[in-house]
């Protein structure tokens, strides 16, 4: 009886290990599909309204972000174009 608790045990376990590496595969394909969609890089300028310390940042989308000079944040981009390849 105990052996054959054992190897149910056993069996379940080796279950858990493999759907665990099937998850982590789909894991790894989403991570690599979001990868070849950054492939466009913005240079986006920032201007803090507080101090007016200007600073350009690279991102894919023109998004808010914070002043590094006085740490204010939501700071809106003032411009952004193409980054240069
Ligand atoms: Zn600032």
């Given at each position: ?43 986006i ?17 023109a ?13 809106s981009a003032?411009?952004w ?5």
């Open positions: 009886m105990l052996f054959d608790c054992d190897e149910d045990e056993a069996r379940r376990h080796a279950l858990m290990v493999s759907e665990c590496f099937s998850q982590l595969d789909a894991e790894d394909e989403e991570a690599f599909d979001s990868e070849e969609d950054e492939e466009r890089l913005l240079d300028e920032y201007r803090c309204p507080d101090c007016d310390h200007e600073w350009q940042e690279q991102w894919s989308c998004c808010e972000s914070q002043c590094p000079n006085c740490g204010l944040k939501n700071i003032l411009s174009s193409d980054a240069a390849e």
